[in-house]
T-cell receptor
Framework: GAGVSQSPRYKVAKRGQDVALRCDPI?????LFWYQQALGQGPEFLTY????????KSGLPSDRFFAERPEGSVSTLKIQRTQQEDSAVYLC???????????????FGPGTRLLVL | DAKTTQPTSMDCAEGRAANLPCNHS???????VYWYRQIHSQGPQYIIH???NNETNEMASLIITEDRKSSTLILPHATLRDTAVYYC????????????????FGTGTQLKVEL
């Protein structure tokens, strides 16, 4: 079946430009996560949605970062006035359940590689 | 969530077992051990998870010590396609609100499988 998809796969932006990154989770998955991965590092948590509700945005690095999931499926991560330090791979993940005695498996998309010049 | 310690890199000959260690000495009783891997230019991929019993699936086996302070991921017959960064993560499962559902990645172990 279809996995998590992300678009665009690559994005080059000039400093100060706004960008929007899209995530299509696996159909029916309740939970959606965004992570940021700098070169040579592990992914770092940005924000979490349960359906359309953004329950945790503690990882967003600044108020230039904004995420939404208005209908509880597709999500968009928007970065305003991009800076060079925003250059990274942005990963989206989804999971089926919000509660499970054995935990949830997160399924990741391929990521969007953002380069800010 | 408890912190984990993994070797930076490991090599393995193709066809041999790859044993990847992870220390999590501060793990709590309600925290699970998860393993993910990330092949170059791809998103992380779930491998296996466990609480205290050893677990096996079609990809790997997970051995957790009795005191739960360390674990080993075993790839029984490594292939070139298993070359990846392997992440050991411990976290509380089953939380609905807040950041309890997030994964906290370290820098992982770069496994290189060679001919």
């Amino acid at each position: 079946g279809a996995g998590v998809s992300q678009s665009p796969r690559y994005k080059v932006a000039k400093r100060g430009q706004d960008v929007a990154l899209r995530c299509d989770p696996i159909s029916g998955h309740v939970s959606l996560f965004w992570y940021q991965q700098a070169l040579g590092q592990g992914p770092e948590f940005l924000t979490y949605f349960q359906n359309e509700a953004q329950l945790d945005k503690s990882g967003l690095p600044s108020d230039r970062f904004f995420a939404e999931r208005p209908e509880g499926s597709v999500s968009t991560l928007k970065i305003q006035r991009t800076q060079q330090e925003d250059s990274a791979v942005y990963l989206c993940a989804s999971s089926l359940e919000t509660f499970s005695a054995k935990g949830e498996t997160q399924y990741f998309g391929p990521g969007t590689r953002l380069l800010v010049l | 969530d408890a912190k984990t310690t993994q070797p930076t890199s490991m090599d393995c000959a193709e066809g041999r077992a790859a044993n990847l260690p992870c220390n999590h000495s501060t793990i709590s009783g309600n925290e699970y051990v998860y393993w993910y891997r990330q092949i170059h230019s791809q998103g992380p991929q779930y491998i296996i998870h466990g609480l205290k019993n050893n677990e096996t699936n079609e990809m790997a086996s997970l051995i957790i010590t009795e005191d739960r302070k360390s674990s080993t991921l075993i790839l029984p017959h490594a292939t070139l396609r298993d070359t990846a960064v392997y992440y050991c993560i411990v976290r509380v499962a089953g939380m609905v609100t807040g950041g309890g559902n997030k994964l906290t990645f370290g820098t992982g172990t770069q496994l290189k499988v060679e001919l």
